[in-house]
């Protein structure tokens, strides 16, 4: 036999037509070995809600990599209604005020509250007295903690993926309501009893994943996850208020005067405008000494990216990101690494990210006399916020600095005791205001290496004293009496209760 | 009940002692849904060979991304030995010197072997007419489709992996015997009943592979899968051979006259000295001219690694790593993209790298006046390679062209016809060489664009009459007589015969 280039061919095979003649072929595919299972993709949310079998007593979890522009937790929200199922615990990794969580509190639907920050009418809510079991506040790496340890045992995870493929591995790379990492979904994915993908972008298959599909259960396509404008809340401005550039500037001169802005260091600092003052402030010092540091870690920005971008940092270790040039600098730049919280601040993490930083750069609701620091609740017992990452960067940081203005809308920051205690005084070094610089006795290291600053250097007592000064003695307000809840340390050890606001 | 900070907790909760207390405590982990199964970890290779139950009649296959330093292959031909199993079929993706098989051959433990190329003592083996059963070479977009279609149904891969995770997922792109992409193992990973990696370095968990653990059915960590020294032959070289510059430079204008040298086109080259000279060549034109081409794709060299650092490219889509340069960039450049070789060239991908190429400079043996081109003999029967992923570029390329001396060891490259097809001629549009440049009359295109070349433009009946007037009319040297195989073009078609090498 021979084939269209008059070549002998052996009998009884397919002889060569020419190089297009495939066109006219179908192609055909075996079954690979772990095919596809198309029943894990349910018609709706609702199917899915369903098929979970969601009973009383039971434990739903969320992340909330979507912040305000979450939809899902709402979406499960409104099946929890329709089917009015009783005595749920809820465990998101945060909560927000566009979460519409209220009502199912108040009709005990929702009886118990694991989470590690929560502001807007849930908190009020809760601190109203209104759910009927505990508000367990957790750390970042505390919920990693509990979920692998099985102490926050969860039934079922619905986790919103920004874009998901066909054989259900997810990412939040891209898609149309893109994120970046998933990071504090990590635990969920990997523990949770059964997990549910929700997802509005479909792709045939996913390079990189973060969520393989061998933990899930089921992917479930909406028609949107998230309100884009609220997934993140645009770039974070540097501060032009000049108390806080103040404040920035001497934090970036009692680093330099420390000797810890070197080849090598790393930091993290939080996202608001001092925070990035004081990055700015570092990375003027990094680019006038000619410093490469290691690595910033946290939720991550766009002015870490252009740091990184610039060279001044070999990597990011990015469990969240905070605004669309870190999504975009996470789904392109293989230095940008998405974390897990177990990765970035499990107390059990070999090697977790807070414990390699060399600083990290925090804030404060009230500091105390013994430096505790709370950022959970406001002064007049309000639910503001929480742990998030505070408790552990604060253990795992070399040097824990705390940066505010003495005081905030007249309230003084420092007070005798803070009311609620959401990081141990023994894990915070510094405070930097705009009077002064405050260093905890504990440290005498650090007092000695400053003993010569020419900075400011006073004791918190003084600052104190200096606040009063200025701003008056504030009133004491009292705790509220009925106990609503409590704050996990990362260990799962509990470091303090919540009351509810004496202000309702 | 009071804690160490002297706040008040609930009973029966764990009152917080410090913040370095889980240091005195065990971590816990809760199965995971979907635990790691640790017998997926066979104690030695001669145990997992055994586990597989190798029969005879079945198919074995292998990747060669370790090249000439792979131990994997020759470790499980020790095996085949050892329990003298016969019949088997033998599938890798090419067939190095250093792969020690020809006695398997010779005893008929292996009595067909289906490969994208080869050379060296099997060839020869097979040359000499010891492969009992036939010898099928495809090309690699044709071996993925021959997989995924079932034709080229494979009972176990042993899949070299050069670094694994307790999971069970594998990566190329480090551990010692680092190699980068794996991209001809990704279909026999996928589609092969069985699935082994073998590997040397054991990781906990790694953040991104390219084989997940889903398609694997067991993991063994041996001394060593490959020899470092031969999986990298180190950084190819631009040639310095006033010839082929000459040809590279005339294959640049040709390029630039064609037009086809303009923002974001797309090119591959192989990796050979006169292949670089060429995207060298090309590479000036760029930065002379400010083009920013859109990929360059293939067997990836440090070569085009530094085009893509100095964003002459955006991504390079790389289906194997040439050299440590490459590997490197893989492991950490995320527009530095592992393919697999159906994503690479097969015919029925939507969107293959090849079918997006502009253009490609390719080699020969033999090319013939019809343009078909033999990679695969040479002038004396003798197996030297194969087609490895030319056809498959050729069929894709927009502009396929074949830069080669006039002779070569004082053997003409034109022949009348070739002695195998390995490409059909219609896919083959261009001929550069040093004494003047042929087109295919199919492409009256590029003949028109042309007419006005300041380049010498010749019939390739006036080039091979030019070889005869320099370098005399060989001598015929007849084929063999036993045909010991054939060659799949990339849809499965039979494109031509293998016969015995006349010289044995």
Chains 1, 2 share one sequence.
Not at 295 to 306: E, L, R
Not at 471 to 489: F, N, Q, T, V, W
């Amino acid at each position: 036999m021979k084939n269209s280039l008059n070549r002998e061919i052996p009998d009884g095979l397919k002889p060569f037509q020419s190089s297009s003649d495939f066109r006219h072929q179908e192609r055909r595919l075996i079954p690979e070995k772990s095919p596809v299972d198309q029943s894990l993709f349910y018609p709706s949310l609702e199917a899915a809600f369903l098929a979970m079998d969601i009973k009383p007593g039971m434990t739903l979890s969320f992340h909330h990599h979507l912040r305000s522009g979450d939809q899902v937790i709402n979406q499960v929200g409104e099946l929890i209604s329709k089917y009015d199922i009783k005595g749920l615990t809820l465990a998101p990794s945060s909560i927000f005020p566009e979460y519409r969580l209220s009502d199912l509190i108040i009709r005990q639907n929702i009886t118990q509250i694991v989470t590690s920050y929560l502001n807007g009418p849930v908190a009020d809510t809760i601190a109203k007295g209104h759910l009927a079991g505990e508000l367990i506040m957790q750390t970042h790496g505390g919920r990693a903690r509990a979920i692998e340890s099985g102490e926050l045992a969860i039934d079922v995870a619905f986790l919103a993926c920004p874009v998901v493929d066909k054989s259900g591995n997810g990412s939040g790379a891209y898609g149309k309501s893109a994120c970046g990492t998933l990071g504090y979904a990590c635990s969920d994915w990997r523990y949770a009893k059964k997990v549910i993908l929700v997802s509005d972008t479909l792709v045939d298959k996913l390079d990189s994943y973060q969520l393989d599909h061998s933990h899930v259960d089921g992917v479930v396509m909406v028609d949107s996850i998230g309100d884009p404008a609220g997934i993140v809340a645009g770039t974070t401005k540097i501060t032009r208020d000049p108390i806080g550039l103040k404040i920035a500037e001497d934090t970036a001169t009692l680093l330099t005067e420390l000797g810890v802005i070197r080849n090598g260091f790393s930091m993290q600092t939080g996202a608001g405008g001092t925070s990035l003052a004081v990055a700015d402030a570092v990375k003027k010092v990094m680019l006038k000494n000619q410093v490469k540091g290691k690595f910033a870690s946290g939720g991550i920005t766009g002015y870490y990216v252009d740091m990184l971008n610039q060279g001044l940092f070999e990597h990011l270790y990015d469990v969240q990101c905070f605004d669309l040039e870190a999504v975009e600098s996470y789904h392109k730049n293989k230095n940008h690494i998405g974390i897990s919280a177990s990765e970035y601040g499990n107390p059990f993490e070999n090697k977790s990210a807070v414990d390699r930083l060399d600083f990290v750069i925090l804030g404060a609701t009230e500091i105390d006399l013994d430096f505790n620091v709370n950022v959970t609740t406001d002064a007049f017992g309000k639910i503001i916020g929480g742990s998030g990452g505070h408790a552990d960067t604060a253990h795992g940081a070399k040097i824990t600095i705390i940066t505010s203005t003495l005081t905030k809308a007249r309230i003084p920051i420092i007070r005798e005791k803070v009311r609620t205690i959401t990081t141990p005084g023994s894990d915070v070094d510094i405070l930097v205001t705009e009077r002064g610089i405050a260093i905890n006795p504990l440290r005498t290291d650090l007092l000695e290496k400053l003993s010569h600053s020419r900075l400011k250097i006073m004791t918190i007592r003084e600052l104190l004293d200096l606040t009063y000064a200025i701003a008056g003695k504030p009133k004491e307000i009292p705790s509220g009496k009925k106990r609503i809840g409590y704050l996990e340390y990362r260990d799962g050890s509990v470091i303090d209760s919540l009351y509810d606001s004496p202000l309702y």
